[in-house]
């Protein structure tokens, strides 16, 4: 599901460079050959046990636990056959390229002129612009409903002053526009870091001899990043086959159905679950990850030729947006802001604290607290959470640890173990999270030693660690590719081990990057909603599944008043992250 | 099922524990009236084993009192797990495959699930002392029991309907859907039967019981009826406008919706308002099962019913008084309560021919 937010990457440039300068050929001895592989393997495990579990799945007529399940293709030729898949995938198809025709041409604008410009506020909008990747989009589309929903009190505002609501959230457009406006910062993070390590000579003769600002960014600054905008354009893709949360909310009342509501479905149309059906449909959506990882790869071998004109230190200086370039920058990015942050956030903050909304409903007569009062009288909600901060804060530094493990096994690592790696990282955010919280769910009821474990949360930590594997390596990967090779390198020439190396240099040069990324993970685990629907139970509950579940009953008052709670913590561990200096874009 | 005890809830448990030593001292294990001789062994038993683990689809919120009066009374911790109808069916069935039964019992809205669940032997029998003050149509054989009685019936925004404008009846509605079509046009609500398993057992039961429901679907579907999957879902948006009616959906929910929200109003039909139940069945291999026959017990006496009904439940037993009542519930709908019968009739549209042939006749009559 939407838990993952892509990682501030962009290692196109630094990781070739790196490449150029460390040999890939290592002296056998004192490599960690051996400590590369173990923790691979176990990653592999790890990602593979649930994945290898669903792909059995789908070649079984029931569910694969059951006496009844015999080795077969009927749930692919039921799926292959059904025209609600084919109107599904079309839809998601539609759903996701327009969402990236919104989001990778305002990401690619966005990045160019927060890195490339001297837009004012600088620091301030490095941040900003990342806001909305951090709110789940099951809150998101709750707080549209409320805000520009047919009745939302923007709407109804609207209405009076020019007479009709010229939008309507609950159609394919509508969906489009949100979905994409909300994933700018995923194109936004990948862009700008490539940007950022651009040489400005370039840009800077093109703008002496006469070219416009926008000549410049068309014809100089774009050819050299397109690598990084059709990566992160591919990313948005991809993103776009797993949204769950906008769909379910906004396109559901109107039958448009994409291929995670679609498996949402598959739960209850015949009455008792169909595992197979859904895990061919889980399939599918490994098939259309694979390609992508691959140019991915590709990508990056060939990134070398773009990385080789950024020579050592090359200076980067801003080219001058001057008044009027300011006004009009600053604006784009205001209203954008205005839609994709304030319009949800103020559409749930708003719903939190009243009883009623809509047409006719005077909001300040039903401004409440009563929300809240009934939330805290019930122990599972409270206990919800206390769990969430619990492995948000907790959970989230042990997955910094297990990351960072994982990225010393990566590290300047180019053997065959590297290339398993790259495959099986995106593997989970390929899945939609309420299937892959379903197969852990599985893994810890059946396999033996691991059963103990399922009714604490450490059954919700493994899954959290797997799902926001992507986002967490690429984090940890950014932080660790910064260490000058030559620091290493002088280490080793004077004897140390690889091991010795790690501890004493670069664990202490990433230190201060470490806490940062703890923050941004914490963030990530606080907003994930679908993993833990199956794995939770009484005593672990956390917030974001237990509002799935109450979506169920509809149970709007709760739901609203936990969103805004979940927005809150969220709040806190941006503030938090920024504090201990997290370096988000690099 | 609770390995981890926080001290918090470690302290409540001893704190209770305390209690129910006194309590037990003063009262000397006081067994209900009515109920057999032996049965403070079974309280002593299910006392020892400490904790009750309840799989549902109910929130927490709606049935905290229950919960509370049940700790009180027997210092019985409740696991109480709230994964939804196909979330309590799914975990059932895979930890009885691994051999992990965790469940004691299993309380959800589903009843057509919950007995498949009894069809496929997960569940076991159990003669409950307060079987007999349940109507017969509640206890099925002694193995799944009907703890609330909720009626389906309508909510409709009461700034842009009057209430004198709805439709009295069934055939009523149908031709009230017709005659304004352009009024209703998009703004019509109705439970989604795909996605939710209370809104295909709405559907379906009246497509079993009245002739007429294809003309009321193919009516709503003429009057661009949008699909939701929760009733709370609809009540959202007919509070706020944006729809004007929605059928079938919980109406046990409204009635309590009516009594805060502005423009809400709820109605039921006076010759045909059926009703669901909330069953509930103690699992094959419950790992306590005497907490587990205590809490059936307990749910279905005066007590817990009555402490249900506070909560929004209506009882299926005439003798609560708190808040409504199989009987009550009935003067209050205009007499048509067709209560939902806990038999094999649930399990009509879990074949897969006719569920898939009910889906399509759906999907045709709501021009999709």
């Known amino acids: 599901m ?36 173990i923790v691979i393997g176990l990653l592999a495990i790890a990602v593979l046990a649930p994945v290898g579990l669903i792909i059995y799945q789908s070649f079984l007529t029931a569910a694969f636990f059951s006496p009844r399940a ?28 327009g969402m990236v025709a919104i989001a990778v041409p305002l990401g690619g604008l966005l990045a160019f002129l927060i890195t490339r410009t001297d837009i004012k506020a600088k620091r301030l909008l490095e941040i900003l612009v990342l806001v909305p990747m951090f709110i789940s989009s099951i809150v998101l589309a709750f707080g549209y409903t409320v805000s520009v929903g047919p009745t939302g009190f923007v709407s109804l505002f609207v209405r009076d002053l020019i007479g009709i609501v010229p939008w309507n959230i609950y159609s394919l457009p509508g969906m489009i526009l949100i979905a994409g406006l909300s994933h700018v910062p995923h194109v936004y993070l990948y862009v700008s870091s490539a940007m950022r390590n651009l040489p400005s000579d370039l840009e800077e003769a093109a703008r002496t001899t006469g070219a416009s600002i926008w000549q410049v960014s068309r014809d100089v600054t774009l050819p050299m990043v397109l690598p990084a905008l059709i990566f992160a354009a591919a990313l948005n893709i991809l993103l776009g086959f797993e949204t769950f949360g906008i ?37 599918v959506l490994i098939l259309i990850t694979l390609p992508l990882v691959w140019m991915q790869r590709r990508l990056l071998r060939n990134a070398r030729k773009y990385a080789a004109m950024g020579g050592k230190g090359a200076r980067v200086s801003t080219l001058k947006l001057g008044t009027s370039g300011q006004l009009i920058a600053l604006s784009i990015i205001g209203f954008w802001l205005f839609v994709s942050v304030v319009l949800p956030i103020g559409g749930i903050a708003v719903r939190a604290f009243v009883d009623a909304w809509g ?57 065959m173990s590297n290339t398993v790696l790259d495959y099986i990282v995106l593997l989970p955010r390929a899945l939609p999270g309420l299937v892959i919280g379903l197969a852990f769910f599985w893994v810890f009821l059946f396999v033996p030693f691991l059963t103990p474990l399922r009714p604490t949360l450490v059954s919700l930590f493994v899954a959290y660690v797997v799902v926001g594997l992507s986002y967490g390596l690429r984090l940890l990967q950014g932080t660790l590719i910064q260490v000058a090779p030559e620091l290493e390198e002088s280490a080793r020439t004077t004897g140390a081990t690889i091991g010795r190396t790690w501890k004493d240099v670069v664990i202490p040069i990433v230190r201060p990057g470490l806490a940062g990324a703890w923050a941004l993970i914490m963030i990530i685990f606080l907003r994930e909603y679908a993993t833990g629907v199956y794995l939770m139970g009484a005593g672990t509950e956390v917030i974001g599944s237990l509002m799935v579940s109450l979506l169920q009953t509809g149970a709007m008052n709760t739901i609203a008043a936990l969103s805004l709670i979940s927005i809150v913590l969220t709040g806190a561990g941006l503030a938090l992250a920024l504090r201990l200096g997290a370096k988000i874009h690099d | 099922m609770n390995m981890k005890v926080s001290g918090r809830s470690a302290r409540l ?18 067994v209900p009236t009515g109920y057999p001789a032996d049965y403070a062994s079974l309280i002593e038993a299910a006392k020892k084993e ?16 229950l919960q509370d009066a ?31 039964t965790t469940a004691d019992v299993v309380w959800s809205s589903a009843m057509d699930l919950q007995m498949t ?89 009246d497509a079993r019981n009245r002739s007429d429901f294809w003309d009321l679907a193919k009516a709503m579907g003429d009057d661009g009826a949008k699909i939701y999957s929760s009733s709370g879902g609809m009540k959202e948006t007919v509070v706020s406008g944006e729809n004007v009616i929605a059928i079938n959906i919980i109406g046990s929910y409204a009635l309590d919706w009516v009594k805060e929200s502005p423009n809400l109003g709820v109605h039921f039909a006076t010759d045909y308002t059926p009703a669901f139940s909330r069953v509930i069945l103690m699992t094959k291999d419950a790992p306590h099962p005497n907490a587990a026959k205590l809490f059936i017990d307990f749910m279905l006496s005066q007590e817990g019913q009555s402490a249900l009904a506070e909560g929004g439940l209506p009882s299926v037993r005439e003798d609560v008084t708190a808040g409504l009542n199989v009987k009550t519930l009935n003067e209050r709908v205009g007499g048509g309560l067709k209560p939902i019968a806990v038999d094999e009739g649930v399990l009509e549209y879990m074949d897969q021919m006719k569920r898939v042939q009910f889906l399509n006749d759906w999907k045709a009559a709501l021009g999709r």
Do not use: C
Request: proline share 4%.
């Open chain 2, 13 to 30: 448990i001893a704190a209770t524990a305390l209690m129910v030593t006194f309590g037990t001292a003063a009262f000397a294990q006081e």
């Open chain 2, 117 to 205: 669940l009894v069809q496929d032997g997960y569940a076991s029998e159990y003669a409950s002392p307060e079987a007999a003050n349940l109507p017969s149509w509640a206890n099925y054989k002694n193995t799944l029991f009907g703890s609330t009685v909720e009626p389906v019936g309508v909510i409709y925004n009461t700034k842009a309907l009057s209430e004198d404008r709805l439709p009295k009846t069934y055939a009523d509605m149908i031709t009230f859907l017709k005659d304004n079509k352009t009024e209703l046009q998009g703004k019509v609500a109705t439970f989604d039967p795909e996605k939710s398993g209370s809104g295909f057992l709405h559907h379906s039961n």
């Open chain 1, 247 to 283: 769909p379910l909310v906004l396109g559901d009342p109107n039958g448009i159905m994409v291929l995670t509501t679609y498996i949402y479905k598959l739960t209850t149309l015949f009455g008792t679950p169909t595992y197979q059906l859904m895990a061919v449909v889980a399939v």
């Open chain 1, 359 to 415: 047409e006719g409903v005077n909001l300040w007569d039903q401004l409440t607290f009563a929300n809240f009062d009934r939330m805290l009288e019930v122990p599972s909600l409270v206990r919800g959470i206390i769990n969430t901060v619990v492995l948000s804060v907790f959970g989230g530094a042990l997955a910094v640890g297990i990351y960072l493990l994982v990225g010393l096994a990566g590290h300047r690592n180019w053997g």
């Open chain 1, 70 to 97: 015999k080795f077969g293709f009927d749930a692919y030729r039921y799926v292959f056959t059904d025209k609600n898949f084919y109107r599904a995938l079309g839809t998601t198809a539609i759903f996701s390229f």
């Open chain 1, 2 to 37: 939407s838990t993952h937010a892509p990682a501030p990457a962009a290692l196109t440039m630094t990781k070739a460079a790196a490449e150029k300068r460390y040999p890939a050929r290592m002296p056998k001895n004192g490599n960690a050959n051996a400590y590369r592989r």
């Open chain 2, 70 to 100: 049940f700790t009180k009374k027997y210092g019985i911790k409740i696991a109480y797990n709230d994964l939804g109808t196909n979330g309590a069916y799914n975990q059932v069935i895979s930890e009885a495959a691994a051999g992990q």
């Open chain 2, 50 to 65: 400490g904790t009750v683990s309840v799989y549902t689809s109910t929130d927490a919120a709606q049935s905290q009192k």
